[in-house]
């Protein structure tokens, strides 16, 4: 019975991982290559150095003069973009349940705080994503943003991208830590 749980999760976290790591191949090779072509800009959630709002309105004039890329950024985040964080939360929250009730931190077992902390990290990640790109698709081509209001989502939209891009190497380095960096018991 342990073998095919085993086999199951092996399955799964399979999959999930070669989903996830599809969508992202995809989104940078093919979309962002498309897209840096058309515009001669990165795409923004491609940025791990971050950006600031003058990058945002310099894109939004940018994608005013090319509809076709407006439309690639717009699909890009209602398709690939939308099932990439959470097939990455869920591979992660796979690693997570999997191998970290069982870690020792510093020679002790986690506590229960320490297991929910650890368990919220690839939650928060999707969840900063998913925020990214709804302000992203407020901002960009085909919405339009009103003048007051402008700066304020340029800003929001440079700052869950950083919290984004902070929250899932957390969670890589997460996984990594549980699955492949054991900790031993402290010799008595």
């Known amino acids: 019975m342990a073998g095919a749980r085993l086999t199951g999760w092996n399955a799964a976290a399979g999959f999930l991982a070669a989903l996830s790591l599809g969508l992202l191949v995809y989104m940078n090779a093919v979309t962002g290559a498309a897209f840096r072509a058309l515009v001669k800009l990165p795409v923004p959630d491609f940025r791990i150095e971050g950006y600031e709002a003058a990058d945002v309105a310099r894109l939004a004039d940018a994608l005013s003069a090319s509809p076709?890329?407006?439309?690639?950024?717009?699909?890009?985040?209602?398709?690939?973009?939308?099932?990439?964080?959470?097939?990455?939360?869920?591979?992660?929250?796979?690693?997570?349940?999997?191998?970290?009730?069982k870690a020792l931190v510093f020679h002790r077992p986690l506590t229960r705080l320490g297991l929910a902390v650890?368990?919220?990290?690839?939650?928060?990640?999707?969840?900063?994503?998913?925020?990214?790109?709804?302000?992203?698709l407020m901002v960009f081509l085909p919405a339009t943003v009103a003048p007051e209001k402008a700066a304020l989502y340029a800003s929001l939209l440079a700052a869950l991208t950083r919290a984004k891009f902070m929250l899932f190497f957390i969670t890589l380095i997460l996984m990594a830590r549980f699955s492949f960096f054991k900790d031993r018991p402290k010799p008595e």
């Open 118 to 136: 650890v368990f919220a990290a690839p939650v928060f990640y999707a969840a900063a994503d998913y925020a990214e790109n709804i302000v992203s």
């Open 68 to 101: 076709e890329a407006a439309a690639l950024l717009r699909t890009m985040h209602l398709v690939p973009d939308m099932i990439f964080p959470g097939s990455f939360a869920l591979l992660a929250l796979l690693v997570l349940i999997r191998f970290a009730p």
